[in-house]
C-alpha cells in the first residue's frame, strides 16, 4: 500500500497570504496525484487531478505541482472561505488518501 | 448538473448486512466509472469500492475485499453496494463519488462526490 504523508497538520494564516501545503508518497505515484478540498459538514471537493491538473470551476489561486514523491499544493491568495481540511490522493494502484492538512484562516 | 444521492444507511449490528443505493441523474451514467469512498466519524478518506462502465471490473480496498460487492444499474442509474458481515470498523458516512474519466475511461479521480449516507455497526 502507498502511504501519503501530509504536512502541517494544522496551517494558520491571514487573507492574502500564501499557503504551502506538502505530501509526500511512500513510494513514486509518478504524477498520479489530486487534492480535495473538505469543508465541515460537506462532501470533498476536487481540486486537482494529475498533480497540477485544476478541476473544472476552481480558482485559478489553487495550483498543484510535483511528481514522483513529493507534491505540493498552492493557494497563492487565502480567502475566508479556504478554510477547509486538504487531502492527497493517489492512484497509482488502488486509491489511497493522505490524513490531511487543516487550513485556519486567523 | 450532476446530482448523486446515497440512501440505505442506518445502525446495523456486527455481522449484519446492508445494502446502500446511490441514484445519479445530471450526466449519462453509463459512460462513467463509480467509486464508493467512506469517512468515519471525524477521520480522515478512505476508498472502499470502483466499478467500472460496464460493470465488467471492479476494484476492492483489503478492509472490504470477500465482504462488500459493488454493482450498477445502468438501466436506473444506481450504483450499489452490498455491505456483509459488518463489523464496527466499518462504520462510517459512505460517499458515492462518479469518476472524472471521460468515455468510460477509468481514472481514479472523483469529482464529484454525493453528500452520503451514514452506517453505524454496533450492539
Known amino acids: 500500500e502507498i502511504v501519503l504523508t501530509q504536512s502541517p497538520a494544522t496551517l494558520s494564516l491571514s487573507p492574502g497570504e500564501r499557503a504551502t501545503l506538502s505530501c509526500r508518497a511512500s513510494?513514486?505515484?509518478?504524477?498520479?496525484l489530486a487534492w480535495y478540498q473538505q469543508k465541515p459538514g460537506q462532501a470533498p471537493r476536487l481540486l486537482i487531478y494529475g498533480a497540477s491538473n485544476r478541476a473544472t470551476g476552481i480558482p485559478a489561486r489553487f495550483s498543484g505541482s510535483g511528481s514522483g514523491t513529493d507534491f505540493t499544493l498552492t493557494i497563492s491568495s487565502l480567502e475566508s472561505e479556504d478554510s477547509a481540511v486538504y487531502y492527497c490522493q493517489q492512484r497509482s494502484n488502488w486509491p489511497t488518501f493522505g490524513q490531511g492538512t487543516k487550513v485556519e484562516i486567523k | 448538473e450532476v446530482q448523486l444521492l446515497e440512501s440505505g444507511g442506518g445502525l446495523v449490528q456486527p455481522g449484519g448486512s446492508l445494502r446502500l443505493s446511490c441514484a445519479a441523474s445530471?450526466?449519462?451514467?453509463?459512460?462513467?466509472?463509480m467509486s464508493w469512498v467512506r469517512q468515519a466519524p471525524g477521520k480522515g478518506l478512505e476508498w472502499v469500492s470502483s466499478m467500472t462502465v460496464s460493470g465488467g471490473t471492479t476494484y476492492y480496498a483489503d478492509s472490504v475485499k470477500g465482504r462488500f460487492t459493488i454493482s450498477r444499474d445502468n438501466s436506473k442509474n444506481t450504483l450499489s453496494l452490498q455491505m456483509n458481515s459488518l463489523r464496527a470498523e466499518d462504520t462510517a458516512l459512505y460517499y458515492c463519488?462518479?469518476?472524472?474519466?471521460?468515455?468510460?475511461?477509468?481514472?481514479?479521480?472523483?469529482?464529484?462526490w454525493g453528500q452520503g449516507t451514514l452506517v453505524t455497526v454496533s450492539s
Open positions: 445530471g450526466f449519462t451514467f453509463s459512460n462513467y466509472a
Open positions: 463519488a462518479k469518476d472524472l474519466g471521460v468515455g468510460g475511461r477509468y481514472t481514479g479521480w472523483f469529482d464529484p
Open positions: 513510494q513514486s505515484v509518478s504524477s498520479y
